[in-house]
Nanobody, 126 residues
Framework: QKQLVESGGGLVQAGESLRLSCVAS????????LGWFRQAPGKEREFVAA?????????TYADSVKGRFAISRENGANTVYLEMNSLRPEDTAVYFC??????????????????WGQGTQVTVSS
């Protein structure tokens, strides 16, 4: 059974950094596009960042995090990371990692992801 487990969330002050990790188990995800989404209280879940399965490691980001967040993957460890810098109170949310379908193009819609983790809470105080 495929499983994704996030870690690295916590409480930080505005301007600080956090690094989220997501470890996949059950099978290798080296040929899957991977993404991060987040859901703030009272809001719908939204796209944050995605990275392609291909060797060029193409990435895409939501405008709200562009230049502050960085997604990366380590296929040998079946892990995807989200480096979050210059955090703001509006980044407060539960962050979810997700895996799409094998060999699919990079995706930003939730509907294009098949596997989801349980989420990790990130709280940024002002």
């Amino acid at each position: 059974q495929k499983q994704l487990v996030e870690s690295g969330g916590g409480l930080v002050q505005a301007g600080e950094s956090l690094r989220l990790s997501c470890v996949a188990s059950g099978r290798t995800f080296s040929t899957y596009g991977l993404g991060w989404f987040r859901q703030a209280p009272g809001k719908e879940r939204e796209f944050v960042a995605a990275i392609s399965w291909s060797r060029d490691g193409r990435t895409t980001y939501a405008d709200s995090v562009k230049g502050r967040f960085a997604i990366s993957r380590e296929n040998g460890a079946n892990t995807v990371y989200l480096e979050m810098n210059s955090l703001r109170p509006e980044d407060t949310a539960v962050y979810f990692c997700a895996a799409g379908w094998p060999y699919a193009d990079i995706k930003t819609r939730q509907e294009d992801y098949a596997y989801w983790g349980q989420g990790t809470q990130v709280t940024v105080s002002s």
